[in-house]
């Protein structure tokens, strides 16, 4: 890594973050208008299809963005920012199971302490589909920028720790506005995107993150939980006793202590497993 790249990897986010909101703003409003769904009042819920739409010119928007910026700033190949799949496919089945194991294991521990119910059974294969393709464009969307562009280039001004602190500030600062926030919401948002990131700090690849990222939000709005504070489609209709930190209220499980704590070992869990990774690696190069 040049001295160049090292002090240019902070500025390329700061030079991104305008270009990027008003590109992605013109691409979701026409994304809005081609669905008839009017900006000007943010109360109306949006519809199935208009989510997907508006996610759909979310995705094009931001890679648009990142391409340009790789291509003309960073002068970089897109694949570089960890799209690659070859001897990587463990990892993305890996990331996707820890992603599925947490909610699920957090929908069945709720359930036994009584923190929900399920109220009825609304199985819709159209819903599931489109519910399955919007959450795969979510994870590709703010992967690729926030682990493949944001975190990448603050590696290369700052130590991958810090750089992985940084981006995931920003991760949650992105995710500041959503509805039902809460204090607790924030900080899960925060951890998740130090989980999200931990992998690539040391990988350099976006599979594990964008496996795990889709797992967690696609279980979490199946399993009928709101996803980051929004309500979506859901299999299960679930019914909420009393709202409290311990099922989330409506940010959904995310506002749960106990997603905090699931979070948290399994954060501590990969870091484990690279300490391990790194000092076996180093006793075989001695």
Request: proline fraction near 2%; include cysteine.
């Amino acid at each position: 890594m040049s001295e160049q790249s090292k002090y240019q990897g902070w500025l390329r986010i700061l030079f991104i973050i305008f270009p990027y909101i008003f590109i992605v703003g013109v691409f979701q409003l026409i994304g809005g208008v081609l669905t008839g769904f009017s900006y000007s009042n943010i109360e109306i819920e949006k519809t199935p299809a208009q989510r997907l739409i508006i996610q759909l010119f979310t995705f094009l928007g931001t890679i648009l963005i990142v391409w340009l910026y790789l291509k003309y700033i960073d002068r970089e190949k897109f694949i570089e920012i960890g799209l690659r799949f070859k001897n990587n496919m463990k990892s993305f089945w890996t990331g996707f199971a820890i992603g599925a194991l947490i909610i699920l294991s957090g929908f069945g521990i709720l359930q036994i302490l009584g923190e929900i119910n399920i109220q009825n059974i609304n199985f819709d294969f159209n819903q599931i589909l489109i519910s399955i393709t919007i959450f795969v464009l979510v994870s590709l969307t703010e992967e690729i920028l926030y682990r493949g562009y944001v975190l990448r280039n603050l590696m290369y001004s700052f130590n991958k720790y810090i750089a992985l602190f940084i981006s995931a500030v920003l991760f949650s600062l992105m995710h500041g506005f959503n509805p039902n926030i809460d204090i607790i919401g924030s900080t899960n948002i925060f951890l998740a995107g130090i989980l999200l990131g931990i992998t690539y700090i040391h990988t350099k690849n976006l599979l594990f993150p964008i496996a795990l990222h889709f797992s967690w939000n696609f279980f979490q709005t199946i399993l009928g939980f709101n996803v980051s504070g929004q309500n979506t489609y859901s299999v299960l209709k679930l019914s909420i006793p009393e709202k409290n930190i311990l099922n989330g209220g409506a940010f959904g499980f995310e506002g749960s202590i106990l997603s905090l704590v699931a979070i948290l070992i399994t954060i501590a869990a990969i870091s484990m497993h690279y300490w391990k990774k790194t000092n076996h690696d180093r006793l075989h190069c001695k």
